[in-house]
Every structure is written in structure tokens, then in C-alpha cells.
């Protein structure tokens, strides 16, 4: 007996419905389990009990706590006050008003979308961050990040819906954005990796569509409004993790293929509000519209002179020609100078910091014996007490970085913190990128080519950095800095496990793959900022 097309149709609508509640069981299960870990966070912070984990998310809480309680970016009276919030990610500048002041180091964008929720909260209950840290940063993170992980997983259920019919390797892939990534781990820390993640996927989602053509070639309102929301969210996941810029740039070449006219008058003005709020926060933040990680090394050289002056210099005072020098290019007020060996990392034989009056700042460099240069001041990680200064004992092994980049590369990809020796899994969306991007797979080939170029772009990008960057993002579970590029593996996951799905031995090699991912996430659970399992078990004495 033949099936009528009618048969056909309501057998196509049974199986999505049964896909859908059981995708939709899988990813309330682990966002839920999220929150409830949330509800839970307990960690120690000077003696006391705290709701963040490390210094990396308490940079971030810094500014918060700075924007709503004391109206300023600046986090001085947070980190020295009442109930002190110290952090590591900080940075020093003279302010507006003529002094230095410490500021968090992170983008204040996603910290001040994160104020705003405070804000609320503390004018509708008059509860405060500092008096009740547990209430107010549970009650944001929950709003942030569980709602964050439930759109992307969401997003995920709707990419492998539209890249295959079949249920099972749908269900899959869907499984291991649940339950087999360290997106669920990061979900407890207020972190830029969540966020980024979620602005990626929702990307996706929305593109996938039009790529395949299953949106419809009308021109109509909604098509507009769905190429705004690429643009905001491309952009969005740009100001939450930097490398993104290549996806975002990535979207904005395939909308254009797709539709000129709505990516002109859609996308690009999407994400031009979200680069006003980014670059407009960063300059309310710090005066300048260049991110605290760009103010790193020595400005600009003022002026070149020759003479031996190392030994006045490390008495604390600045010689008579560099002085001529220096009040000759009007770069000195009418004070006594201090003058203080530097701190930060650099190849020249010596340097030394000239601070006049708490007001302006320079850089004395000795280039050999007998040349000096004078520069503007251009770091602000170097000032007295920096963690990241060459000269601290007491920086963590991990944070001065791999010198070695073959070793390096070694580790974030197949090492202690590989993404694929910790999550195995998303060797299928490695091998998945592969195999579309070649065979055109599904007329997904173009974007699985970009998405393996963005790969092996970003993984470039963190080997070629100086040695003291390349330390995997800390004392963290993982390789944090690919987390934002899990959705597009797992959209390349979805046509590689259709394959290998009718197989038995290749779906049973998947779902352990899977397990040992889970088992993995699971492991930093409590806490995302501690080492990885491969590294503590294998490599302890090692780092």
C-alpha cells in the first residue's frame, strides 16, 4: 500500500513534535541544572564567604558593584572600601579628574548591561551588592546565563532540525550542547564565554534558513527584522569575546551574498548599534575609545638621547638632559618627578616609569649603553603591586605563559587543556567541517569552509601571542577562549553524525565520545576555574 501524501506529512509532524519535546527535555534538564548550581555557588573570598569563583569574574563584579553604588567605572572604593573586592584584572590610568585610578581590565559593555539588572534589583528590594552578594549576583548570573544557555540551546535544537529529518542525530547533536561542552561549566561564572556563545548560535540559527533557502525569497518586514538581529547579535558576540570578529565579519559576507539590500538597511546598522554601545562604554570607561587590552606596551617615543644615565635613573632621579628633554616637548607640570623602576615585560636592557605629580606619565627606555628614549606613557598594566609585572614571585606558572608554541598549540588542541582531548565529541564537528566544506554537503560547503577558516585562523591567533598571553586563559578548566566557537562545530557536528548514524558501531563510538565529554564538563561542575582533569592527573608536576 502506498503512503498518500497526506500520511507522509502527518508522519513528518509527529516526528518533529516528538524531536522537539524531547530536545526540549534534554535542554530544560541542563539549564536547570545550571541554575540550581547557581542557587548554590559558595566560594571563599578573604576569609569570608563569597558568590564568585576568581578574579577573572570578580574584575567584571568590580564594576558593577563601581557603576550602581558609587556611579563611576572606577573600581578604587570597591577594591580598597568597605567589604574590599580586589582582583588582578585591573588596570591603572589617570582618570578625569587628573589622578590615577584603578578599572577593571575586561570591556565594560556586558558589565554595564550587568549594572542595569543590578540597578533593579536594588531599587525594587534596596538590597545592595556588598551587604547581600549572594542574592544579587545569583539572581543576575540566573538571568544572564541560564537564560543565555536555554536561547543558544534552543538556537542549537533549531540548526540540527533544519540540517536533517532524521531525529536521532538531531537529538544528538543537541545532547552534546546539553550536557557535553563547557558551556554548561561556564555557566556558573560571570563570564564573557556564555554570552559570546549564545549571540553565535543565535546567528546561525537565523542564517542557516536563508542559506538553504528555506526562509522564502520574499522581501517582506520580516526579513528585515531578522538581518537586525544578525547584525546585533554578530556584533554582540564580538564585544563579548574579541576573535569573534572574524564570524561577525564571516555573516556579514554570506547576508550579503544572500540579500544585499536587507543586509545594507539590516545587518550593518544591527551591528552598528552594538559597536556604538561597546565603544561608547569603553570610552565613558576609560576617556579613549581603545580597549584597556591595547594599552600594553610604551607609546610613542618623544625624543631620543644618548648619555649614561642608568645610575641616576635608579636612584629615583631623573637627569638634567632627560628633564631639558621632556620640559622642551611640554610634557612635564611644575612638580618633582618620581621616578620608579617599570614592571611589565620588555626587551630592552632597562625602564623606568616617571610619574610627575599623580598627573602625567612617561617611560625612560634604555635602548644600549649610551641611547635613552623618552616615551609617552602607554601602559597601564604596569604601576606598582601588578600581578602581571616580570617581577612577581608570585604570579601562578600557568599565567607566565608557554614559551614553546608548538608545545602550546599542543595543549589547547589534543593536550591538558585541548578541546578535543577534553571534549572529544567535537572531533565530529572537526571532522564535520572538513567533510562539507569539500564535498558541499547538504549546499553547506561555502560556510563550513569559512567556519574552518575562522578555526584555524583563531587557534593561530593565541599561539602567535607573546608568551606571557599564551596561558589558556588562566587557571580554567578548559581552553575558555573556544568556547564561543562551539556552535559552529556543533552545526558542522550535525551532517557527520546523519552519515555515521546507520551504522552501529560508529554511533555507539559517538555516544562515547559524548560521555567522556560529559564526564569532562562535569568535572569543573563546583567550580570552572580550576584545572583541568587531563592536567591534574597527568601533568601535575608539570605547570
Known amino acids: 500500500m502506498e503512503t498518500t501524501p497526506t500520511e507522509t506529512n502527518q508522519g513528518s509532524q509527529q ?51 563601581a557603576l550602581v553604588d558609587h556611579n563611576t567605572y572606577a573600581i578604587d572604593q570597591v577594591i580598597e572600601g568597605e567589604r574590599p573586592w580586589n582582583t588582578i584584572d585591573k588596570v591603572r590610568h589617570v582618570g578625569a579628574d587628573g589622578e590615577f585610578h ?85 555557566g556558573t561564572t560571570f563570564s564573557n564565554h556564555v554570552p559570546a556563545a549564545a549571540c553565535v548560535m543565535i546567528v546561525i540559527a537565523l542564517f542557516v534558513p536563508y542559506w538553504l533557502r528555506q526562509a522564502g525569497d ?17 556584533a554582540l558576540a564580538v564585544a563579548c569575546d574579541l576573535p569573534a570578529l572574524a564570524f561577525g565579519a564571516a555573516m556579514m559576507c554570506f547576508c550579503l551574498l544572500r540579500c544585499w539590500s536587507s543586509t545594507l ?21 576609560h576617556d579613549t575609545w581603545k580597549l584597556a587590552y591595547a594599552h600594553r606596551s610604551d607609546g610613542t617615543v618623544v ?13 629615583g632621579k631623573l637627569p638634567e638632559p632627560l628633564k631639558t628633554e621632556i620640559d622642551k616637548n611640554g610634557l612635564s607640570v611644575s612638580v618633582a618627578a618620581n621616578v620608579t623602576p617599570g ?3 620588555h626587551s630592552h636592557r632597562n625602564r623606568w616609569t616617571v610619574d610627575f605629580g599623580k598627573q602625567s606619565q612617561l617611560a625612560i627606555v634604555q635602548i644600549d649603553d649610551q641611547k635613552y628614549e623618552i616615551r609617552k606613557w602607554n601602559n597601564w598594566y604596569d604601576y606598582p603591586g601588578s600581578y602581571w609585572a616580570t617581577n612577581n614571585e608570585k604570579k601562578s606558572p600557568v599565567d607566565r605563559g608557554v614559551a614553546n608554541q608548538q608545545e602550546y598549540l599542543m595543549h589547547i588542541t589534543v593536550g591538558h587543556h585541548g578541546v578535543i582531548s577534553l571534549s572529544p565529541v567535537l572531533l565530529l564537528g572537526w571532522i564535520g567541517l572538513l567533510i562539507v566544506a569539500f564535498t558541499n554537503r547538504q549546499s553547506f560547503g561555502l560556510p563550513a569552509l569559512a567556519f574552518l ?62 560521555f567522556v565529554s560529559a564526564t569532562s564538563a562535569a568535572y569543573a561542575f563546583a567550580n570552572p576555574w580550576t584545572k583541568p582533569w587531563i592536567e591534574e592527573f597527568f601533568f601535575k608536576n608539570q605547570m
Open 218 to 234: 520574499q522581501r517582506n518586514f520580516k526579513r528585515f527584522l531578522q538581518f537586525v538581529a544578525m547584525g546585533v547579535f554578530s
Open 453 to 514: 577558516a575562522i578555526t584555524v585562523v583563531v587557534f593561530t591567533f593565541y599561539v602567535y601571542r607573546p608568551q606571557h598571553d599564551r596561558n589558556f586563559g588562566g587557571w580554567t578548566s578548559c581552553f575558555r577562549w573556544a568556547i564561543w566557537m562551539y556552535p559552529m562545530w556543533l552545526t558542522a557536528m550535525v551532517p557527520l553524525v546523519e552519515m555515521i548514524w546507520s551504522r552501529r558501531w560508529l554511533r555507539w563510538l559517538a555516544v562515547t565520545l559524548l
Open 343 to 345: 614592571y611589565w615585560p
Open 303 to 315: 625624543e631620543t638621547v644618548e648619555g649614561d644615565f642608568a645610575e641616576i635613573l635608579d636612584s
Open 15 to 65: 516526528r518533529a513534535q516528538v524531536y522537539w519535546t524531547l530536545a526540549m527535555v534534554m535542554i530544560c534538564c541542563s539549564v536547570g541544572s545550571v541554575c540550581g548550581r547557581i542557587l548554590n555557588i559558595q566560594s571563599e573570598y578573604n576569609g569570608e564567604p563569597a558568590a564568585f569563583y576568581s578574579a577573572n569574574d570578580r574584575s567584571r563584579w568590580c564594576t558593577v558593584r
Open 102 to 186: 584603578f578599572y577593571s581590565s575586561k570591556p565594560p559593555v556586558l558589565p554595564t548591561i550587568a549594572a542595569g539588572g543590578y540597578w533593579v534589583l536594588k531599587t525594587v528590594t534596596g538590597k545592595s551588592i556588598a551587604e547581600h552578594p549572594f542574592f544579587i549576583i545569583r539572581t543576575l548570573l540566573i538571568l544572564i546565563n541560564g537564560t543565555s544557555l536555554f536561547v543558544a540551546l534552543i538556537m542549537l535544537a533549531k540548526i540540527a532540525h533544519s540540517l536533517t529529518a532524521r531525529p536521532g542525530p538531531a537529538l544528538f547533536v543537541v545532547a552534546t550542547g546539553c550536557f557535553g561542552t563547557y558551556l554548561t561549566s561556564f
Open 265 to 285: 538597511i539590516g545587518f550593518l546598522p544591527g551591528a552598528g548599534l552594538v559597536a556604538a554601545a561597546f565603544f561608547g562604554t569603553n570610552y565613558l570607561a
